[in-house]
C-alpha cells in the first residue's frame, strides 16, 4: 500500500472545466512535489513546495495551479487544459534536509483532457 | 545540468537469468543516484539509493546497484529475475540545481520471458 494517496485516480475533463487533484502523506514530510508523466516517458517535475512553500515552478503553465493547504496535504488546480496536458499526474513526497532523501510517489491521476 | 543515460530502453531475459539495466550520469556536483520501479498504473516505487562512501549499495527485491565513479555509472543488477520483476525501471539523479530536483532517464522497460 502506498502511503502517498491520491484523488482522483481517473479524471476526464473538458477544456472548459475546472477540476482539483488532491494528494495526502501521513509521513511527516515536508517537501511536496508533482510530476506529470506521459506515457513511455520519464516523470517531469512541475512543482515543489517546502513547508507549504512554493520552491520550485519549472516553468508550468498557469492553467496549472498548485496549493499546499497544510504539511499534509497539497492540490493542483487545473482550468482550461489543452488535450496535451492528458497525462499521469504524480505527487511524491520526501523528507525535507536530507539531501538524499528518496521519494515516496503516490500511484497517480490519470488525467484525459477532451 | 544533470542528466541520466539508460542504454536500452527494452531489456529481455529468461525467468532465473542474470538482470543488467544501464545508468550513466552526468554532474557537476558529487550526485545523489536513485533506481525506481515502475509497476502498470502505478507510480514509481523506490528500488534502492546511493549512499556516499559505498561501491555496492543493495535494495529491495534483490537488487543491488554497483556505483563507478570513474565510469560514471550506477548500472542495476539481479542475479536471477523472476517474472514478477516485469516492470519499468528509472534511473534518477539530483544535487545539481538543488537535491530537490530529481533528473529521471528515459527509463528501460524489463521483460521477462517465462
Known amino acids: 500500500d502506498t502511503e502517498v494517496t491520491q484523488t482522483p485516480k481517473h479524471l476526464v475533463m473538458g477544456m472548459t472545466n475546472k477540476k482539483s487533484l488532491k494528494c495526502e502523506q501521513h509521513m511527516g514530510h515536508r517537501a511536496m512535489y508533482w510530476y506529470k508523466q506521459k506515457a513511455k516517458k520519464p516523470p517531469e517535475l512541475m512543482f515543489v513546495?517546502?513547508?507549504?512553500?512554493?520552491?520550485i515552478n519549472e516553468s508550468v503553465p498557469s492553467r496549472f495551479s498548485p496549493e499546499c493547504p497544510n504539511s499534509s496535504l497539497l492540490n493542483l488546480h487545473l482550468h482550461a487544459l489543452q488535450p496535451e496536458d492528458s497525462a499521469l499526474y504524480l505527487c511524491a513526497s520526501s523528507q525535507e534536509g536530507q539531501e538524499n532523501s528518496p521519494l515516496h510517489f503516490g500511484n497517480g491521476t490519470r488525467l484525459t483532457v477532451t | 545540468a544533470q542528466s541520466v543515460t539508460q542504454l536500452g530502453s527494452h531489456v529481455s531475459v529468461s525467468e532465473g537469468a542474470l538482470v543488467l539495466l544501464r545508468c550513466n550520469y552526468s554532474?557537476?556536483?558529487?550526485?545523489?543516484l536513485f533506481w525506481y520501479v515502475q509497476y502498470p498504473n502505478q507510480g514509481l516505487q523506490l528500488l534502492l539509493k546511493?549512499?556516499?562512501?559505498?561501491?555496492l549499495v543493495k535494495g529491495i527485491n534483490g537488487f543491488e546497484a554497483e556505483f563507478k565513479k570513474s565510469e560514471t555509472s550506477f548500472h542495476l543488477t539481479k542475479p536471477s529475475a523472476h517474472m514478477s520483476d516485469a516492470a519499468e525501471y528509472f534511473c534518477?539523479?539530483?544535487?545539481?540545481?538543488?537535491?530537490?530536483?530529481?533528473?529521471f532517464g528515459i527509463g528501460t522497460k524489463l521483460q521477462v520471458i517465462p
Open positions: 554532474s557537476s556536483v558529487p550526485p545523489y
Open positions: 513546495y517546502s513547508y507549504e512553500k512554493l520552491s
Open positions: 546511493y549512499t556516499t562512501g559505498a561501491t
Open positions: 534518477a539523479v539530483s544535487g545539481d540545481g538543488g537535491y530537490q530536483k530529481v533528473t
